[in-house]
């Protein structure tokens, strides 16, 4: 009873919305997986479903039609009582991480939405809803939630677990939310959207005495994740330069005159923590 009692407690303080639990054991992960036993470098990033402040109700990541996984649901790990009952649906996603791998670009998948298809329309109707209604994302990985960092109007640092499907400039001009970050965002009755990941996993690297004098390649556990937003238009660009800094972001204006075709992609860099 205690422990239940200490899970609900704690997806309280959480609000419902991280998959972490303190005392869970620490995953031993390696970069050379095929010659080390009991050791595996592929790396699961799980999605929850997203909500906002603006609207009670939270909505699963695939209503948005982001990229998912065919079989998402049959994969997607067991929830614990406290996200039950704060209603968690944690999905497997097709963001991809190896221990230790630096990926300069990968792309999950591409999007086309078509003036003369219904359906399309009104996959996009909604996307676009959930920009303008600020509704964010909450990602996990190896049991701890993806933070987001960033600098508000003091000049400190804020760190939050979720981020923004995009943001929204209004048919008056004015930047909502995220909008305000980025001059590029100015395009009256437009939807901007984060398409583009950049994704930070610090590890605490395990000496040879910890991981093993027969074992190869690198050993280590993750200590912190944490991701930047991008907004980039890269339809027609090929995977390896669809991430590019100098790309102009992507804007779906309010009304669609022409069909809008574009990446979701992601970068991934691993750095070793020393704070332990």
């Not at 039950?84 to 230790?100: D, H, M, N, Q, T």
């Not at 939405?113 to 009104?122: A, F, N, Q, R, V």
């Not at 993806?146 to 001009?173: A, Q, R």
């Not at 937003?229 to 309010?254: F, T």
Request: charged share 20%.
């Amino acid at each position: 009873m205690l422990v239940l009692a200490f899970i609900f407690a704690v997806s309280l303080l959480q609000g419902g919305n991280a998959f972490y639990l303190p005392g869970l054991a620490s995953v031993t992960y390696c970069s050379d997986s095929k010659n080390n036993e009991n050791c595996k470098s592929d790396i699961m990033v799980y999605v929850n479903r997203l909500n906002t402040v603006e609207n009670i109700v939270p909505y699963e990541y695939h209503d948005f039609d982001f990229c998912v996984p065919i079989k998402d649901v049959a994969n997607s790990p067991t929830e614990n009582l406290g996200q039950v009952v704060f209603g968690e649906r944690i999905r497997p996603s097709l963001y991809e991480l190896a221990f230790a791998r630096n990926e300069a670009c990968k792309t999950v998948c591409e999007k086309t939405y078509k003036t003369g298809d219904k359906s399309s329309l009104e996959k996009l109707t909604f996307l676009k809803r959930g920009v303008s209604l600020n509704y964010q994302h909450h990602w996990i990985v190896d049991n701890m939630p993806i933070t987001w960092c960033y600098k508000v109007e003091t000049g400190d640092k804020f760190c939050s677990i979720g981020f923004p499907v995009g943001c929204y400039v209004t048919k008056l001009g004015k930047r909502k939310d995220t909008c305000v970050t980025l001059a590029d965002f100015k395009a009256s009755d437009t939807y901007y959207l984060y398409n583009h990941v950049d994704i930070v996993v610090e590890y605490h690297r395990l000496s040879p005495e910890d991981w093993g004098q027969q074992h190869t390649g690198i050993g280590g556990r993750i200590v912190a994740a944490r991701l930047t937003p991008r907004s980039i238009d890269n339809g027609d660009k090929s995977e390896a330069d669809a991430c590019g800094a100098s790309l102009p972001v992507l804007g779906i204006p309010g009304s669609l005159e022409k069909e809008i075709k574009f990446k979701y992609t992601y970068s991934v860099e691993w750095r070793v923590s020393y704070n332990f």
